[in-house]
C-alpha cells in the first residue's frame, strides 16, 4: 500500500501538491481507496480512506502500530563522489535507516561542492530522501546535511562514532560490540581516494573508532551501502 508524509488537521490528511498529482495521476486512485500517511509532526503513521478524488479528501482511519525504524539512532557522513554517487547514497541510506546524511568535503574528494553548491541540490536530495522513505515504508525522512570540509562533522557526532578506514586491517567485527554498548551511532566514509592522514588523526581526536570493512578495499558508495547493512542487521536480528 502507498504510503505518503503528511499535514494532519483534525483527522483530515493535507498532501502536497505533488503528492496530489502521484497519488490522483501514477497510482490512479479512486474513492474508497486506502493510503498509509505519516504525519510529519509526530512521525506516526495511519491508515486513511479517500472519500473524495476530486477534490482530494482523505481522513485517518486508524493508527498503524508497526514501527519501521531502527533501534538506534544511526548517522552516515559520506564524502562528495562524482556522478549520481551521492544520489544513491541518500538513497540507500534511506532505505536501510539511517535518520541523517552528512555529506563532507574531503581533500581527495574528486567533487567540489560549495553551499551554494548544496542548496541548489537540496531539494532534489530531500525529495530522493522522502520517496525512498515512502517506498521502504518509514516514519522519518532523513535529514541531508552538508559541511564543507571533515572538520564540520563535529556538529553530528552521535555517542560512538565509526571511522571505517581502508588501512584498518582484520574483519568487520567490531562493530556489533559498538552498537551494544551505545545509544547512537555514526559512521563516516571516505572519498575515492580515500582519507588524507590529517584527516584520519583529526577524526581520531575527536573520538572515532576505527573499523574495518572486510578484507578487500571497497568503492565509496559500496562502503556505504555495506557498512549501514551491517549496523541495520546487528540492530535488527
Request: one cysteine or more.
Amino acid at each position: 500500500m502507498q504510503r505518503y508524509f503528511a499535514d494532519l488537521i483534525d483527522n483530515e490528511v493535507i498532501l502536497s501538491q505533488d503528492d496530489i498529482f502521484h497519488l490522483t495521476k501514477v497510482m490512479r486512485a479512486k474513492n474508497g481507496d486506502s493510503i498509509e500517511v505519516v504525519d510529519k509532526a509526530t512521525h506516526k503513521a495511519y491508515l486513511a480512506f479517500i472519500d473524495s478524488i476530486n477534490p482530494v479528501k482523505i481522513h485517518i482511519q486508524e493508527p498503524i502500530l508497526k514501527d519501521n525504524e531502527l533501534l538506534k539512532d544511526v548517522t552516515i557522513f559520506f564524502a562528495l563522489a562524482k556522478l549520481d554517487k551521492n544520489e544513491f547514497v541518500i538513497q540507500k541510506a534511506t532505505e536501510l535507516g539511517a535518520k541523517k546524511v552528512v555529506l563532507f568535503q574531503g581533500k581527495r574528494s574528486i567533487v567540489k561542492f560549495s553551499n551554494d553548491d548544496f542548496k541548489r541540490k537540496e531539494a532534489r536530495y530531500m525529495a530522493i530522501a522522502k520517496e525512498a522513505s515512502e517506498q521502504c515504508h518509514r516514519e522519518y525522512i532523513p535529514e541531508i546535511k552538508y559541511v564543507d570540509s571533515i572538520k564540520g562533522v563535529k556538529d553530528y557526532l552521535e555517542d560512538i562514532n565509526l571511522l571505517a578506514y581502508e588501512l584498518k586491517a582484520g574483519q568487520a567485527t567490531d562493530i556489533e560490540k559498538e552498537l551494544k554498548q551505545h545509544k547512537s551511532v555514526s559512521i563516516i566514509i571516505g572519498p575515492e581516494g580515500g582519507f588524507d592522514e590529517s584527516e584520519v588523526s583529526f577524526l581520531k581526536n575527536l573520538g572515532f573508532k576505527t573499523i574495518s570493512l572486510g578484507k578487500r578495499i571497497l568503492r565509496c558508495e559500496t562502503a556505504a551501502v555495506y557498512a549501514l547493512s551491517v549496523i541495520s542487521y546487528l540492530l535488527e536480528k
